[in-house]
């Protein structure tokens, strides 16, 4: 373990940035906890008693359609009232010192883009619960659109356009990852020469590939994360400091 402080740690990780021209930034539910999101998969987790909602019972049971509809409103609410904190606002000031190609997140609140990061250098590999879109041919609904559709009709909503059915634009369990985000986080993975992780675990895969993937081709490893995690013995620092302690003295 890294008993730095946060200024040492910080000392240590500028060092690092300033000898990089393409940082990745992975993030996980640590770096939203730090703004009052709570990990929906913690013990303590909004889900954790209940079941999550597969995505084949999605398609083909509209009361299912309706309780992931019931359950996806709550959260939105949560991700709004909101605000990105240190980490998040971070990662800006490096996106706009030209140093941060993406940041790659398991989160789905929407936060990053908020904080003021480019919408195009964001790559939600779990996709995004504050938007919604149809399952057939993509056109995006608003959750306010979705709400007040079902409040009227009794029903979920269906596309507008093509009839298909409209869900909340996260990858639910059991639903195919994004393929087409999924490469290129992997590309621009291979490609950086620093990749940090802020408040992941690294146990999910295919996402967890990730930070081996940069090692493999040479980055260094920087791993910030409430606990420790099985990549630690790659990293070239590794801290369970709290993301933003740090994170507010990357200038
Ligand atoms: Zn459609």
Same mark, same amino acid.
């Given at each position: 373990m890294n008993f730095n402080s946060p200024v040492q740690l910080a000392q240590q990780l500028l060092e690092l940035i300033d000898h990089s021209d393409h940082i990745v930034a992975f993030t996980g539910a640590g770096i939203s906890t730090e703004s009052g @999101?709570?990990?929906?998969?913690?013990?303590?987790?909004?889900?954790?008693?209940m079941d999550p909602i597969m995505f084949d019972d999605f398609v083909a049971d509209e009361d299912t359609r309706l309780e992931d509809w019931r359950r996806r409103f709550i959260q939105n609410e949560e991700f709004l009232a909101a605000e990105a904190n240190e980490g998040h606002k971070a990662l800006v000031r490096l996106e706009k010192r030209g140093k941060l190609d993406c940041t790659i997140t398991q989160? @789905?609140?929407?936060l990053h883009q908020r904080s003021g990061q480019n919408p195009d250098k964001v790559i939600e590999i779990h996709g995004n619960g504050t938007v919604a879109s149809c399952l057939d041919c993509g056109a995006e609904m608003t959750l306010a659109e979705a709400k007040r559709h079902i409040e009227e009709t009794g029903h979920s909503p269906l596309c507008p356009h093509c009839g298909g059915l409209v869900k909340t634009s996260i990858i639910n369990f059991g639903q195919a990852m994004p393929e087409e985000k999924m490469m290129r986080a992997m590309r621009l993975s291979g490609d950086c020469d620093l990749f940090i992780v802020l408040g992941?675990?690294?146990?999910?895969?295919p996402a967890a590939g990730l930070p081996q993937i940069a090692k493999q081709h040479g980055a260094k490893l920087v791993i910030i994360n409430r606990d420790s995690t099985p990549l630690d013995e790659l990293a070239d620092m590794t801290s369970q400091q709290e993301i933003g302690s740090i994170m507010k003295l990357i200038a």
């Amino acid at each position: 373990m890294n008993f730095n402080s946060p200024v040492q740690l910080a000392q240590q990780l500028l060092e690092l940035i300033d000898h990089s021209d393409h940082i990745v930034a992975f993030t996980g539910a640590g770096i939203s906890t730090e703004s009052g @999101i709570p990990d929906f998969r913690s013990p303590n987790g909004l889900w954790a008693k209940m079941d999550p909602i597969m995505f084949d019972d999605f398609v083909a049971d509209e009361d299912t359609r309706l309780e992931d509809w019931r359950r996806r409103f709550i959260q939105n609410e949560e991700f709004l009232a909101a605000e990105a904190n240190e980490g998040h606002k971070a990662l800006v000031r490096l996106e706009k010192r030209g140093k941060l190609d993406c940041t790659i997140t398991q989160n @789905i609140d929407g936060l990053h883009q908020r904080s003021g990061q480019n919408p195009d250098k964001v790559i939600e590999i779990h996709g995004n619960g504050t938007v919604a879109s149809c399952l057939d041919c993509g056109a995006e609904m608003t959750l306010a659109e979705a709400k007040r559709h079902i409040e009227e009709t009794g029903h979920s909503p269906l596309c507008p356009h093509c009839g298909g059915l409209v869900k909340t634009s996260i990858i639910n369990f059991g639903q195919a990852m994004p393929e087409e985000k999924m490469m290129r986080a992997m590309r621009l993975s291979g490609d950086c020469d620093l990749f940090i992780v802020l408040g992941s675990s690294l146990v999910v895969y295919p996402a967890a590939g990730l930070p081996q993937i940069a090692k493999q081709h040479g980055a260094k490893l920087v791993i910030i994360n409430r606990d420790s995690t099985p990549l630690d013995e790659l990293a070239d620092m590794t801290s369970q400091q709290e993301i933003g302690s740090i994170m507010k003295l990357i200038a």
